[in-house]
């Protein structure tokens, strides 16, 4: 069974400061998708990172695919109290298989 | 970008009745749609994989007669929830999937809300 561990669940800091939320597994994964959700809506695709080593930007936002593919990270920079939200990562299975596997979620809190 | 929709997006029913949850791929045809539900502050928990015209795949511990899913087209899936309990309220979630997107990414829906008294 593949498995992501998504670290840290929670995480509040002020407003300017920067941070990192990273998913870890012991599986590789064909592609890893980061989504972000706020309360009573659907999860929003960030981004989809497929190549081992691969880093993608979105604004403030970078994105890292690790070389095995086995991991992945998000980093924030100059956080924004609109960037409060729960982030999730999920990973597709190399074998074809059509589910993904879903990290715990990373609830960020941006203080003004 | 892909747009995926569901409807209702809030529905409160009385125990014992039966609630139907539409999910639509509005700009792609999705041949594979994903149910899941999510408990408040926990990330998703995954229930079943539909496939266009064939039978869902249930996850573990999901009751298939409970959950009643449908995928009848390539736009339209359908989860309905029979004879609804209050254990089964929760927010409701699925997400659509066409190969030409991309084949492992999933575009998921806004929710529906269900509440059962």
């Known amino acids: 069974t593949q498995l992501l561990e998504q670290s840290p669940q929670f995480l509040s800091i002020q407003e300017g400061e920067n941070l990192t939320v990273y998913c870890n597994s012991s599986?590789?994964?064909?592609?890893l998708q980061w989504y972000r959700q706020e309360p009573g809506e659907g999860p929003v695709l960030l981004v989809t990172?497929?190549?081992?080593?691969e880093v993608k930007k979105l604004k403030r936002l970078t994105f890292q695919f690790g070389d095995a593919r086995k991991d992945s990270s998000l980093h924030i920079t100059a956080a924004q109290p609109g960037d409060t939200g729960l982030y999730l990562c999920?990973?597709?299975?190399?074998?074809?298989?059509?589910?993904?596997?879903f990290g715990q979620g990373t609830r960020l809190t941006i203080n003004p | 970008g892909a747009v995926v929709s569901q409807h209702p997006s809030r529905v409160i029913c009385k125990s014992g009745t039966s609630v139907k949850i539409e999910c639509r791929s509005l700009?792609?045809?999705?041949?594979?749609m994903f149910w899941y539900r999510q408990f408040p502050k926990k990330s998703l928990m995954l229930m079943a994989t539909?496939?266009?015209?064939?039978?869902?795949?249930?996850e573990q511990g999901v009751e298939k007669d409970k959950f009643l899913i449908n995928h009848a087209s390539l736009t339209l899936s359908t989860l309905t929830v029979t004879s609804a309990h209050p254990e089964d309220s929760s927010f409701y979630i699925c997400?659509?999937?066409?190969?030409?997107?991309?084949?492992?990414?999933?575009?998921f829906g806004p929710g529906t809300r269900l509440t059962v008294l």
């Open positions: 999920a990973g597709a299975g190399v074998q074809g298989a059509q589910k993904l596997v």
């Open positions: 990172v497929v190549t081992g080593g």
């Open positions: 599986s590789v994964f064909s592609s």
């Open positions: 997400s659509a999937r066409g190969g030409g997107l991309g084949t492992d990414t999933q575009y």
């Open positions: 700009d792609f045809q999705a041949t594979t």
């Open positions: 539909s496939n266009e015209g064939s039978k869902a795949t249930y």
